[in-house]
C-alpha cells in the first residue's frame, strides 16, 4: 500500500457540551479530542471544520463539504444535527454523539439509509475511566474501518488466469437465478463484473494469462540464489518437511518472486492467481504451485490467493486493512454430525494474528499434483498449517454481484483428535470450526449464488463486517442466527 493518508471531512457541530456547571470535572474540548484521535489514527489525515468557531458558519461548511466531497474517503461528525446533509453526502460517514447532551440525531433515518455508522464520546468525562476509554476505541475501531474502505479504493489486484472469465464460476451454469452473470459471454460478464467492483470498492483489476507470464523477461530472470535462500528459510521455518523435494520448494519461491516481479510491472498490491507454472505447455514435472508463496506475501500484509477468486481476494484485503490480519481461502464445507465448518486449502497464512508471530507450518507435497508419487519432481510443495484449538473464527465473504456479505463465527477444535488420519485427506489445511449451529449455516451454502469457497479470519469480527455492509450498503448476511 501507498503512503497516501485517508482523508476525512471532520466537522465539529458544537464545543462539545452544553450546560457544564461541575466543579470537578473538566470537559474533553474539541482539540485535545482531535490531538488524541490524530495519536490513535496516524494514517488518517482530519480536516476540521469547528463550527463553534467564531466566523464558521455550518451553511459555509456544507457548501464546502458539496463541492470538494471527491477529495475525501468519508465524513466525520461530532455533535447534534439540525440540518442532516453534512451525513448525507453518499460518503463513508460517522457520526459521533457528544455525552451527554441532547441527543439530537436522527438514528432511524441512518439506519434507514444506512452508509452512517454512529459513535459516542464521553465529552464531560462523567462514565468511569474504562467506560470512557471503551467509547473511544469504539470511534477509532469505526475510523479504521472507514481508512480500510479508503485503502479499497486505492488498490489494484492483479488476476493471472488463463480461463476467459475474470473470475471463477461454480455451479450448475444452466440453473439460472435472478440476475445470473454467469449467463452473460466472457466479455461482458467482465465488463459488468469488474464495474460492479469498481463502483463497491473502487479497486482496480487487471487480467493476464500465462502468455504475459511466460514472455516476461524479469519473471523468467529471477534469482535463482535468492530463490534458493528464501526456499532454505521456509524449510528452516517449518516443523517438518513431507511427500516433497528441496527443488519443489526452490521453484515455490522462484513462483513467488515472479508474482513480486508482476505486482510490481502492474502496479498491484494484492494478486489473484491461477497458474501453475511460469512457462506455457509445462510438463507434469515442471508444474509450481504459488501456495508458499502467498503464505510469504501476507507474512508482508499483502493479500494473496490462488484460483483467481475475486470475491474471495477483495474480503482478503478488507481483512488486512480493517482488522491487520491474513486470511485463509478455502473451499467451505459442512459436517452436521459433528456440528463443525471446514475450510480447506493447500496452505493459509503462517501469521494468522498478523505482524511477525507464526503458527507451526509443515511442507508437504501438493494435494492437485499431477504426479502419483510422492518426493519427486512435480510433486509440487504447500504448507499443512497446524492451527490451534480454542481460537474464535470468523468465516465470512463478500459477494459483489449480490451486494451482500455472509459471516458466522465459531470456535477452532483439534479437528486431528476428531478424524481418522486428518493430514492426508483432501486438501493439506484444514481450519475446522464449530459455530452455533451448523445446520443453519449449510442451509445457506450454494455454489451458484456464492461459490464454494470462503475467508476464515482468526477472531471475532462479526459486528466490525456488519459495519462495513453498512458502509457499504451491502446485506449482511448472518449464517449462524
Same mark, same amino acid.
Given at each position: ?6 482523508k476525512l471531512y471532520t466537522v465539529f457541530m458544537d464545543a462539545g457540551i452544553q450546560h457544564f456547571e461541575s466543579q470537578t470535572l473538566t470537559p ?15 494514517? +488518517?489525515?482530519?480536516? +476540521? ?48 454523539? &457528544?455525552?451527554? &447532551? ?22 464531560? &468525562? ?36 488463463? @480461463? ?8 450448475? /451454469? ?13 466479455? #461482458? ?75 510490481? #510491472? ?25 501456495? /508458499? ?6 507474512? #508482508? ?11 474471495? +481476494? ?36 503462517? &501469521? ?21 508419487? @510422492? ?57 475446522? +470450526? ?9 442451509? @445457506? ?7 464454494? @469457497? ?20 451491502? #446485506? ?6
Amino acid at each position: 500500500m501507498d503512503a497516501q493518508k485517508t482523508k476525512l471531512y471532520t466537522v465539529f457541530m458544537d464545543a462539545g457540551i452544553q450546560h457544564f456547571e461541575s466543579q470537578t470535572l473538566t470537559p474533553t474540548k474539541n482539540q485535545q479530542l482531535l490531538n488524541q484521535l490524530k495519536e490513535q489514527c496516524s494514517e +488518517v489525515d482530519f480536516t +476540521v471544520r469547528d463550527v463553534s468557531e467564531a466566523g464558521t458558519k455550518l451553511e459555509a461548511v456544507i457548501e464546502d463539504l458539496e463541492a470538494h466531497k471527491d477529495d475525501f474517503d468519508g465524513v466525520l461528525i461530532f455533535g447534534g444535527l439540525s440540518d442532516y446533509r453534512p451525513a448525507l453526502t453518499d460518503l463513508p460517514t460517522i457520526v459521533v454523539y &457528544n455525552f451527554p &447532551n441532547f441527543s439530537h440525531l436522527p438514528y432511524k433515518l441512518f439506519d434507514d439509509r444506512r452508509g452512517v455508522l454512529t459513535a459516542t464520546c464521553d465529552r464531560g &468525562n462523567v462514565c468511569k475511566s474504562a467506560q470512557s476509554a471503551s467509547m473511544f476505541d469504539d470511534l477509532v475501531q469505526k475510523i479504521a474501518i472507514v481508512d480500510a474502505l479508503a485503502k479499497m479504493k486505492r488498490s489494484r489486484m492483479l488476476v493471472i488466469t488463463d @480461463h476467459p472469465y475474470v473470475n471463477v464460476h461454480h455451479g450448475d /451454469l444452466d440453473t439460472a437465478y435472478p440476475g445470473d452473470l454467469r449467463q452473460k459471454p466472457p466479455q #461482458e460478464f467482465n465488463e459488468v463484473f469488474q464495474e460492479l467492483v469498481n463502483d463497491s470498492f473502487g479497486t482496480e483489476i487487471t487480467k493476464i494469462g500465462t502468455q504475459e507470464v511466460a514472455s516476461n523477461q524479469r519473471v523468467q530472470d529471477v534469482d535463482e540464489k535468492q530463490a534458493g535462500e528464501i526456499a532454505h528459510w521456509w524449510i528452516a521455518e517449518a516443523e517438518d518437511m513431507k511427500g516433497t523435494i528441496e527443488r519443489e520448494v526452490v521453484n515455490s519461491a522462484r513462483m513467488y518472486l515472479a508474482m513480486k516481479v508482476l505486482m510490481d #510491472e502492474y502496479g498491484a498490491n494484492a494478486i489473484a492467481t491461477r497458474i501453475r507454472s511460469l512457462t506455457t505447455n509445462p510438463k507434469p514435472e515442471d508444474m509450481i504451485w504459488p501456495s /508458499l508463496g502467498n503464505s510469504q506475501l501476507q507474512l #508482508e500484509g499483502i493479500a494473496g490467493c490462488c484460483q483467481a477468486h475475486i470475491n474471495v +481476494v477483495l474480503t482478503h484485503m478488507l481483512a488486512q486493512y480493517a482488522f491487520g490480519r491474513p486470511s485463509m481461502m478455502g473451499d467451505f464445507t459442512i459436517d452436521v454430525s459433528n456440528n463443525v465448518g471446514i475450510v480447506m486449502h493447500c496452505g493459509a497464512p503462517w &501469521n494468522p494474528w498478523g505482524g511477525t508471530e507464526k503458527i507451526p507450518y509443515i511442507i508437504r507435497d501438493h494435494a492437485q499434483r499431477r504426479v502419483k508419487e @510422492h518426493s519427486r519432481p512435480g510433486a509440487g510443495a504447500c504448507s499443512e498449517v497446524l492451527f490451534p484449538a480454542g481460537e474464535t473464527a470468523t468465516i465470512w465473504r463478500i459477494d459483489v454481484p449480490r451486494q451482500s456479505i455472509l459471516v458466522h463465527t465459531g470456535e477452532t477444535v483439534d479437528a486431528y483428535s476428531l478424524y481418522n488420519d486428518w493430514s492426508n485427506i483432501m486438501c493439506r489445511t484444514k481450519l475446522v +470450526v464449530e459455530p452455533e449451529d451448523a445446520g443453519r449455516v449449510q442451509s @445457506h451454502l450454494s455454489p451458484d449464488i456464492y461459490g464454494v @469457497h470462503r475467508t476464515a479470519t482468526l477472531g471475532d469480527f462479526r459486528e466490525q463486517i456488519s459495519q462495513i455492509g453498512r458502509l457499504l450498503r451491502f #446485506e449482511v448476511i448472518q449464517e449462524d442466527r
